[in-house]
């Protein structure tokens, strides 16, 4: 028997190049009480951030590595789409970064995923 996980993301591209958008997905299963959700992303090895584009198809300019939604504007979805870019350019073959997305209640973290790319 599988459970569902109270918060997942995946994003759509394993493998980026500068400038190339992201496009992430985020589920969100949790039934209890939570003030907001955060995203992170970190490049490793580099002060590189990624830059969100996009929230559930509306255009942000958000220039920072943590995006935090609060739970007034998550509304009733269950879902949260995102878009991000990166104007990182590797040092070498190529780069890993991660997005990380939490359900924060009280100034505490009660569930995390993760999930990991290339860049190129």
Do not use: C, W
Request: cysteine-free; overall charge negative.
């Amino acid at each position: 028997m599988s459970t569902k996980r109270e918060i997942s993301i995946a994003v759509t591209e394993n493998e980026i190049s500068p400038g190339q958008e992201v496009h992430g997905r985020i589920d969100l299963n949790y039934l209890g009480r939570f003030d907001s959700i955060v995203i992170n992303s970190q490049i490793e090895n580099s002060n590189d951030i990624f830059s969100y584009t996009s929230l559930n198809g509306r255009r942000i300019t958000y220039p920072y590595a943590r995006l935090s939604i609060f739970r007034e504007d998550i509304g009733n979805t269950n879902t949260l789409e995102f878009t991000a870019t990166t104007q990182h350019s590797p040092a070498t073959d190529y780069t890993n970064a991660k997005f990380r997305v939490a359900i924060i209640q009280e100034h505490k973290e009660v569930s995390s995923d993760v999930t990991y790319i290339k860049i190129t």
